[in-house]
C-alpha cells in the first residue's frame, strides 16, 4: 500500500505511517512538500481544514499512482481563554474521503503574544521554551507535557479516526432515497 503524506515533516510521515501501520501490513509512506494554499499559520478552523485538503488535492495531482493521500495541517483559534492549537487530518483513496481533527489544548500566553506579533507556533514556541525546530519534533504539545504526549502522537490518534470510512466502507455509502 502506497501512502502519500503532503508534508516532509517528520512528524507528520511518522504519525501517517504509525496510524495507517495500526490497521494495514505492509505500508510504504513517503513525504512530499505541496502547497497548503493557506496561510503559513492558519488562524481557524475552517482555513486548517482547508490547507489539509488542499495538501491531499496537490499530493494526488503529483502521485496519481498512489493508493492513498494524506493531509495534515496544524491550526489554531482564538476562543474566550485564550489561542488553542490543533491539527486536521484528511485522508482519500481518490473515490472517497476520512476527516478527523485531534484534540486540542491552550497555548501559554507568552506562545500566544508571539503569534498575535506575527510568529508560526513553531517559532514562537522555539523563542520561549529555547528549542530550535520543534515543530519537526515534539512540538508545542510535547514541550507543554514534558514529552508525555508528543506531536506524533496527537497526530497519529487523528490519522486512525480518518481511516474510520475506510475501514467500514459498507457504512459510509451514500444513502439512497
Same mark, same amino acid.
Given at each position: 500500500? *502506497? ?19 495500526? #490497521? ?20 481557524? %478552523? ?7 485538503? &488542499? ?5 494526488? *495531482?503529483? #502521485?496519481?499512482?498512489? %493508493?492513498? +493521500? ?9 476562543? *474566550? ?6 491539527? +486536521? ?35 514562537? &514556541? %522555539?523563542?520561549? #521554551? *529555547?528549542?530550535?525546530? /520543534?515543530?519537526?519534533? /515534539? ?28 475501514? &467500514? ?9
Amino acid at each position: 500500500m *502506497k501512502i502519500i503524506v503532503a508534508s516532509q515533516n517528520p512528524v507528520k510521515i511518522n504519525a501517517a505511517s504509525e496510524g495507517f501501520g495500526a #490497521f494495514f501490513d505492509p505500508v510504504t509512506v513517503t513525504g512530499v512538500s505541496v502547497e497548503s494554499g493557506v496561510s503559513d499559520q492558519p488562524m481557524s %478552523d475552517e482555513e486548517t481544514l482547508d490547507g489539509a485538503r &488542499n495538501r491531499v488535492a496537490n499530493a494526488r *495531482k503529483l #502521485f496519481p499512482e498512489a %493508493d492513498f +493521500w494524506i493531509g495534515i495541517e496544524g491550526g489554531l483559534h482564538r476562543e *474566550k481563554e485564550g489561542l488553542v492549537a490543533f491539527a +486536521w487530518v484528511v485522508i482519500s483513496d481518490g473515490s472517497q474521503k476520512g476527516e478527523s481533527r485531534t484534540t486540542s489544548f491552550l497555548l501559554p500566553p507568552k506562545v500566544a503574544v508571539l503569534i498575535d506579533n506575527g510568529y508560526e507556533l513553531g517559532i514562537a &514556541n %522555539d523563542m520561549v #521554551f *529555547k528549542q530550535h525546530n /520543534s515543530k519537526q519534533k /515534539s512540538g508545542a504539545v510535547g514541550l507543554l507535557t514534558g514529552d508525555k504526549i508528543d506531536r506524533t502522537q496527537l497526530y497519529r490518534q487523528a490519522v486512525q479516526l480518518a481511516l474510520i470510512p475506510f475501514l &467500514n466502507k459498507e457504512l459510509y455509502l451514500p444513502i439512497s432515497q
